[in-house]
């Protein structure tokens, strides 16, 4: 594993440049799929450049920490991104932590992201912040039973860059049923975290039903920017875990230019695809009461179960 | 250099802690005198306390302290020696630690005692019972370590009584005494059995170097029920589900210096004894004591942070998350003994040492929570987490410390919390291959257990610092608050800097468990766990998997300059504004306003009401119609189910009972004498 500056130099960029595209790819679609002209693609990187523009108004009753939170999920959030393979088989910070490490540093932007709802004083903000976390609470069991059941088939390893390698090797098979139920657990588990339609309307405004939007209500400017720009780069970071690791066609093992060259065209044409999958879930569903989500989640949890007893069957 | 042995640190402490024992309670009528000398001696004490268990971790396997008589016996069968093993001395180190931290710490909370409470005796029980603390990890006869049990208990029973002029002081007291007394009766039949192996006769028979030879010689019968007797008296200790009803009583109405070495020290105790008997004395375990143990540990963890959730008195809340991380501990215990069993040596040490370092991590940890929660108690007056808000402008460098102690609780990265549970889902994924048969899939289920319990601790410390310290005051008493003396602040900085240290530094703390597993298990500190590459500990081989915790700090460090690049390129023109917060064009927001902390939990009562039965009461009161209501009176109660269902029937059972037995005492002599000479009979008979 080389630990390489510019390695991780050039996922960073890749990261900030390649999130809000995603961002906007599913907003635009969105938009079609209703008949609807939409906003631009684009329109994720002019929204960041205002906000970044912007004057800020803090509230008067916050603290310290409603300035840190910004700060500590933008670099959490990029940290984890930083673990997951995404064009190159090994991720440039591989060493230092692998698929838990990963839920943690994620785990870690949220919390001072809830701490960050609560800090003004506004009920809004609590209520977000209370969503927030018992939602992520009920999807943590089926995220971490999944990732178990992926890692099993990797050699007991939880290292994702181990696991890319493991799922490129001859005994994983795409139809195998531990992975197909793997897959759609995590499927709920990313459309939970990323606070998408059925559990989350990432497009609303209306306050008594909003999670993600409600927690980050009294942030603005470039505050404002840090915390978008982060929860699109997580997003991202989470649908490239889920690309390469069930779909692992055409990623780079060595680093030559030709062969990363290819394996980004890939790396593009698989979150496309995937994010296609996500306009279709938004659209042809409606938001959940928010007490029928567990239900929902549960369901990924049983899923996920099932898939780690077919690795115990199927072996 | 030639450091002194740790024979000669252990017997400096124990001198000292007895030394604050006698002259706190000389000094008793001089309060400021009491506190200085008495937490005095234990500041020293604990100093010793600490060489005695560093020396004895690294001066190589084997080579601990020596035996040694704290007093000549005078009674047959007992003997009061004391031996610093490695085991021992790992949780010396806890315990010495915390008494450090601690000590300073007392020095400006007990002022809070001056001219209401005696602070000598409060400083006498507190070194009596870190003396006996000290003693239970190191005493090598089974008899004196029983004798040091109940010194131990005994004084905790005086310390969560410390203000018995409160009913619930009391009752929490005697509710512990109950309960630990049934543990102990436990603990003696389980020696006793141990005993009767070991041959019976000798005094020596009691020793712990007796005992250790025993191993698989036990009958399968006789180490089935010492395994039970022994789990359901250190149990009641460590506060597992469902014998933990008295730590959330009892815990949190102690003096909160106290409440700290109570779910710090006292509950590890039941762990030092599990991890003493399980693995130190009774050989290979069969499997179902394994699947037994991590199952236990499973329910506890996710019980425990399930009501710790749903409580919203401070003390308490963290009282019930005591209980979580015994079951996250006993998690690691159980897949060692497992592991164990199916003959993995390297893997049980990796378990063994997960569920050690949680140990080590939560006494500080807890420690650190409960100290913070005893300052904002001593600036508010209050518990209820309801009356508090806005105490990071009021307390900043409190809500600091408890800002770290509730990241490292929730187990995130970078801190200590995150790399010993991160120990234990690497441990809990490696035993999938251990087995053929289906117990291999309580590994991953446990692992996902443990993953719903951290997300819903993350949850309720987002609740407890955020109700807390964030927002507005919910009270008068909150907006007077001030932050509190140098020296409490002093003691939640040590343990704050341990947080960071044993987060950030795992591959440096690891090298003292070497002489542990050789110790219990008769292998050396794997070497990925030991070197690996220096500060990324574990590797992907036979670990699965690697972290840095180092690694992910200075990464995040060196990411900085990202968003400050960005934001001198495009808003260096900015300015930044105070305004109100939004308040929907009313009239401004009161504390009212603010979300509660049972409002912030009440997601996840609505989603396990199955469990937690929650009982509301709503009065309204109104003129026209019910959308305008004049008055309106809530009530929420929620009643835990063992307490409910298990334990009120039983003792409405021994109740009815022993008004059946009344019969037997009349009071009259003759009757007692009677019944005496047939006992006496009857042992008789019984020996012969």
Same mark, same amino acid.
């Given at each position: 594993?080389?630990?390489?500056?510019?390695?991780?130099?050039?996922?960073?960029?890749?990261?900030?440049?390649?999130?809000?595209?995603?961002?906007?790819?599913?907003?635009?679609?969105?938009?079609?799929?209703?008949?609807?002209?939409?906003?631009?693609?684009?329109?994720?990187?002019?929204?960041?450049?205002?906000?970044?523009?912007?004057?800020?108004?803090?509230?008067?009753?916050?603290?310290?920490?409603?300035?840190?939170?910004?700060?500590?999920?933008?670099?959490?959030?990029?940290?984890?991104?930083?673990?997951?393979?995404?064009?190159?088989?090994?991720?440039?910070?591989?060493?230092?932590?692998?698929?838990?490490?990963?839920?943690?540093?994620?785990?870690?932007?949220?919390?001072?992201?809830?701490?960050?709802?609560?800090?003004?004083?506004?009920?809004?903000?609590?209520?977000?912040?209370?969503?927030?976390?018992?939602?992520?609470?009920?999807?943590?069991?089926?995220?971490?039973?999944?990732?178990?059941?992926?890692?099993?088939?990797?050699?007991?390893?939880?290292?994702?860059?181990?696991?890319?390698?493991?799922?490129?090797?001859?005994?994983?098979?795409?139809?195998?049923?531990?992975?197909?139920?793997?897959?759609?657990?995590?499927?709920?588990?990313?459309?939970?975290?990323?606070?998408?339609?059925?559990?989350?309307?990432?497009?609303?405004?209306?306050?008594?039903?909003?999670?993600?939007?409600?927690?980050?209500?009294?942030?603005?400017?470039?505050?404002?920017?840090?915390?978008?720009?982060?929860?699109?780069?997580?997003?991202?970071?989470?649908?490239?875990?889920?690309?390469?690791?069930?779909?692992?066609?055409?990623?780079?093992?060595?680093?030559?230019?030709?062969?990363?060259?290819?394996?980004?065209?890939?790396?593009?044409?698989?979150?496309?695809?995937?994010?296609?999958?996500?306009?279709?879930?938004?659209?042809?569903?409606?938001?959940?009461?928010?007490?029928?989500?567990?239900?929902?989640?549960?369901?990924?949890?049983?899923?996920?179960?099932?898939?780690?007893?077919?690795?115990?069957?199927?072996? | 250099?030639?450091?002194?042995?740790?024979?000669?640190?252990?017997?400096?402490?124990?001198?000292?802690?007895?030394?604050?024992?006698?002259?706190?309670?000389?000094?008793?009528?001089?309060?400021?005198?009491?506190?200085?000398?008495?937490?005095?001696?234990?500041?020293?004490?604990?100093?010793?306390?600490?060489?005695?268990?560093?020396?004895?971790?690294?001066?190589?396997?084997?080579?601990?302290?020596?035996?040694?008589?704290?007093?000549?016996?005078?009674?047959?069968?007992?003997?009061?020696?004391?031996?610093?093993?490695?085991?021992?001395?790992?949780?010396?180190?806890?315990?010495?630690?915390?008494?450090?931290?601690?000590?300073?710490?007392?020095?400006?909370?007990?002022?809070?005692?001056?001219?209401?409470?005696?602070?000598?005796?409060?400083?006498?029980?507190?070194?009596?019972?870190?003396?006996?603390?000290?003693?239970?990890?190191?005493?090598?006869?089974?008899?004196?370590?029983?004798?040091?049990?109940?010194?131990?208990?005994?004084?905790?029973?005086?310390?969560?009584?410390?203000?018995?002029?409160?009913?619930?002081?009391?009752?929490?007291?005697?509710?512990?005494?109950?309960?630990?007394?049934?543990?102990?009766?436990?603990?003696?039949?389980?020696?006793?059995?141990?005993?009767?192996?070991?041959?019976?006769?000798?005094?020596?028979?009691?020793?712990?170097?007796?005992?250790?030879?025993?191993?698989?010689?036990?009958?399968?019968?006789?180490?089935?029920?010492?395994?039970?007797?022994?789990?359901?008296?250190?149990?009641?200790?460590?506060?597992?589900?469902?014998?933990?009803?008295?730590?959330?009583?009892?815990?949190?109405?102690?003096?909160?210096?106290?409440?700290?070495?109570?779910?710090?020290?006292?509950?590890?105790?039941?762990?030092?004894?599990?991890?003493?008997?399980?693995?130190?004395?009774?050989?290979?375990?069969?499997?179902?004591?394994?699947?037994?143990?991590?199952?236990?540990?499973?329910?506890?963890?996710?019980?425990?942070?399930?009501?710790?959730?749903?409580?919203?008195?401070?003390?308490?809340?963290?009282?019930?998350?005591?209980?979580?991380?015994?079951?996250?501990?006993?998690?690691?215990?159980?897949?060692?003994?497992?592991?164990?069993?199916?003959?993995?040596?390297?893997?049980?040490?990796?378990?063994?040492?997960?569920?050690?370092?949680?140990?080590?991590?939560?006494?500080?940890?807890?420690?650190?929570?409960?100290?913070?929660?005893?300052?904002?108690?001593?600036?508010?007056?209050?518990?209820?987490?309801?009356?508090?808000?806005?105490?990071?402008?009021?307390?900043?460098?409190?809500?600091?410390?408890?800002?770290?102690?509730?990241?490292?609780?929730?187990?995130?990265?970078?801190?200590?919390?995150?790399?010993?549970?991160?120990?234990?889902?690497?441990?809990?994924?490696?035993?999938?291959?251990?087995?053929?048969?289906?117990?291999?899939?309580?590994?991953?289920?446990?692992?996902? #257990? *443990? !993953?719903?319990? $951290?997300? @819903?601790? %993350? +949850? /309720?410390?987002?609740?407890?610092?955020?109700? =807390?310290?964030?927002?507005?005051?919910?009270?008068?008493?909150?907006?007077?608050?001030?932050?509190?003396?140098?020296? #409490? *602040? !002093?003691?939640? $900085?040590? @343990?704050? %800097? +341990? /947080?960071?240290?044993?987060?950030?530094?795992? =591959?440096?703390?690891?090298?003292?468990?070497?002489?542990?597993?050789?110790?219990?298990?008769?292998?050396?500190?794997?070497?990925?766990?030991?070197?690996?590459?220096?500060?990324?500990?574990?590797?992907?081989?036979?670990?699965?998997? =690697?972290?840095?915790?180092?690694?992910?700090?200075?990464?995040?460090?060196?990411?900085?300059?990202?968003?400050?690049?960005?934001?001198?390129?495009?808003?260096?023109?900015?300015?930044?504004?105070?305004?109100?917060?939004?308040?929907?064009?009313?009239?401004?927001?009161?504390?009212?306003?603010?979300?509660?902390?049972?409002?912030?939990?009440?997601?996840?009562?609505?989603?396990?009401?199955?469990?937690?039965?929650?009982?509301?009461?709503?009065?309204?009161?109104?003129?026209?119609?019910?959308?305008?209501?004049?008055?309106?009176?809530?009530?929420?109660?929620?009643?835990?189910?063992?307490?409910?269902?298990?334990?009120?029937?039983?003792?409405?059972?021994?109740?009815?009972?022993?008004?059946?037995?009344?019969?037997?005492?009349?009071?009259?002599?003759?009757?007692?004498?009677?019944?005496?000479?047939?006992?006496?009979?009857?042992?008789?008979?019984?020996?012969?």
């Amino acid at each position: 594993m080389m630990f390489s500056v510019l390695a991780i130099l050039l996922q960073t960029a890749l990261l900030l440049a390649l999130a809000p595209l995603v961002s906007g790819c599913i907003k635009n679609w969105k938009a079609k799929l209703q008949n609807r002209r939409g906003p631009r693609v684009w329109q994720p990187y002019f929204d960041l450049a205002k906000f970044l523009r912007k004057d800020m108004v803090i509230s008067e009753h916050a603290s310290w920490i409603f300035r840190v939170v910004p700060y500590v999920l933008f670099i959490s959030t990029l940290l984890a991104g930083l673990m997951v393979p995404m064009v190159s088989v090994s991720a440039p910070l591989s060493l230092f932590g692998g698929a838990l490490a990963f839920v943690g540093l994620l785990a870690l932007g949220r919390f001072f992201l809830a701490l960050g709802g609560l800090d003004p004083a506004s009920a809004f903000g609590g209520m977000g912040s209370s969503r927030e976390m018992t939602i992520a609470a009920v999807a943590e069991p089926a995220l971490m039973l999944a990732i178990f059941t992926v890692a099993i088939a990797a050699h007991k390893s939880t290292n994702l860059s181990q696991m890319l390698i493991a799922a490129q090797g001859p005994t994983w098979k795409l139809l195998n049923p531990a992975h197909v139920l793997a897959f759609a657990a995590l499927f709920i588990v990313l459309l939970a975290e990323t606070g998408r339609i059925p559990i989350d309307n990432p497009a609303t405004h209306l306050e008594l039903t909003m999670i993600h939007e409600a927690m980050i209500l009294e942030y603005s400017g470039r505050y404002l920017a840090l915390v978008e720009w982060s929860a699109s780069v997580k997003q991202l970071v989470l649908m490239a875990l889920l690309a390469n690791i069930f779909f692992p066609i055409g990623i780079a093992t060595d680093s030559s230019a030709a062969s990363l060259g290819l394996s980004l065209g890939w790396f593009l044409a698989k979150l496309l695809a995937l994010a296609g999958a996500v306009v279709l879930v938004e659209t042809t569903n409606a938001k959940l009461r928010l007490f029928r989500v567990p239900d929902l989640l549960s369901a990924a949890f049983i899923l996920a179960t099932l898939a780690l007893l077919s690795t115990f069957l199927f072996q | 250099m030639n450091l002194p042995s740790p024979t000669l640190f252990l017997q400096l402490a124990l001198c000292a802690y007895g030394f604050g024992v006698v002259a706190s309670l000389l000094a008793m009528r001089w309060e400021k005198f009491a506190n200085g000398i008495g937490f005095g001696s234990a500041t020293v004490a604990a100093v010793f306390g600490i060489g005695a268990a560093l020396t004895g971790l690294t001066s190589g396997p084997g080579n601990g302290g020596e035996s040694f008589a704290l007093w000549p016996s005078l009674i047959p069968y007992l003997q009061l020696t004391v031996k610093l093993d490695p085991l021992g001395a790992f949780f010396v180190l806890i315990v010495s630690v915390l008494a450090l931290a601690l000590s300073i710490y007392s020095f400006g909370y007990v002022r809070g005692f001056y001219g209401r409470k005696n602070v000598g005796v409060l400083a006498a029980f507190y070194n009596a019972l870190l003396l006996a603390t000290t003693l239970v990890f190191t005493a090598s006869n089974a008899f004196f370590f029983l004798i040091a049990w109940e010194i131990m208990a005994l004084t905790a029973y005086c310390l969560v009584s410390f203000e018995h002029e409160k009913p619930e002081a009391r009752n929490a007291g005697v509710l512990y005494f109950i309960m630990s007394h049934v543990g102990t009766g436990c603990l003696i039949l389980g020696f006793l059995l141990l005993f009767q192996a070991a041959g019976g006769q000798a005094p020596g028979d009691y020793g712990f170097e007796t005992f250790r030879t025993l191993g698989d010689k036990l009958s399968p019968g006789r180490r089935d029920a010492a395994f039970l007797l022994f789990l359901f008296g250190f149990g009641i200790k460590a506060g597992i589900v469902p014998l933990h009803i008295w730590l959330p009583v009892a815990h949190p109405v102690a003096p909160s210096n106290i409440s700290a070495l109570l779910s710090g020290v006292l509950i590890k105790t039941g762990i030092y004894g599990l991890t003493r008997v399980l693995f130190d004395f009774m050989g290979t375990p069969p499997n179902w004591w394994g699947v037994t143990v991590l199952t236990i540990g499973t329910i506890s963890a996710v019980l425990g942070v399930l009501y710790a959730l749903m409580e919203h008195d401070l003390k308490r809340l963290l009282a019930y998350h005591s209980i979580e991380n015994i079951g996250i501990i006993l998690m690691g215990l159980g897949a060692a003994l497992m592991f164990l069993h199916t003959h993995h040596p390297v893997l049980a040490t990796l378990a063994l040492i997960a569920g050690l370092y949680h140990t080590m991590n939560h006494a500080i940890f807890k420690a650190l929570l409960f100290l913070g929660a005893g300052a904002v108690l001593h600036a508010t007056h209050t518990r209820n987490m309801e009356e508090m808000g806005g105490l990071i402008k009021r307390m900043p460098t409190t809500a600091f410390c408890f800002l770290v102690g509730a990241v490292a609780i929730s187990a995130l990265p970078p801190l200590n919390g995150f790399v010993s549970e991160w120990l234990t889902y690497q441990a809990l994924l490696q035993g999938f291959g251990t087995t053929d048969s289906l117990v291999r899939l309580m590994f991953p289920l446990s692992g996902a #257990m *443990l !993953a719903l319990t $951290g997300a @819903l601790a %993350a +949850a /309720c410390f987002v609740k407890a610092f955020g109700i =807390t310290f964030l927002a507005q005051p919910r009270s008068d008493h909150a907006a007077q608050a001030h932050e509190v003396a140098p020296t #409490m *602040l !002093a003691g939640m $900085g040590l @343990l704050t %800097a +341990a /947080c960071i240290f044993l987060g950030l530094f795992p =591959t440096l703390f690891l090298k003292l468990f070497n002489p542990l597993t050789v110790q219990l298990l008769g292998q050396p500190l794997p070497g990925f766990l030991s070197e690996a590459d220096g500060w990324v500990l574990g590797n992907t081989q036979e670990m699965g998997g =690697t972290v840095s915790t180092l690694g992910i700090a200075l990464m995040g460090i060196c990411l900085l300059p990202v968003p400050l690049v960005l934001w001198l390129f495009f808003g260096r023109q900015t300015k930044v504004r105070i305004g109100p917060t939004w308040d929907c064009g009313l009239k401004g927001l009161t504390p009212q306003m603010e979300y509660t902390a049972t409002g912030f939990s009440k997601p996840i009562r609505m989603i396990f009401k199955a469990l937690f039965l929650p009982r509301r009461e709503v009065q309204r009161e109104y003129d026209y119609s019910p959308y305008f209501a004049k008055n309106l009176h809530f009530e929420s109660h929620i009643e835990e189910a063992f307490v409910t269902r298990l334990y009120r029937p039983l003792n409405r059972g021994i109740l009815r009972f022993s008004r059946r037995m009344r019969g037997l005492q009349a009071g009259s002599i003759q009757a007692y004498l009677i019944y005496i000479f047939i006992t006496l009979l009857l042992l008789l008979m019984f020996a012969l």
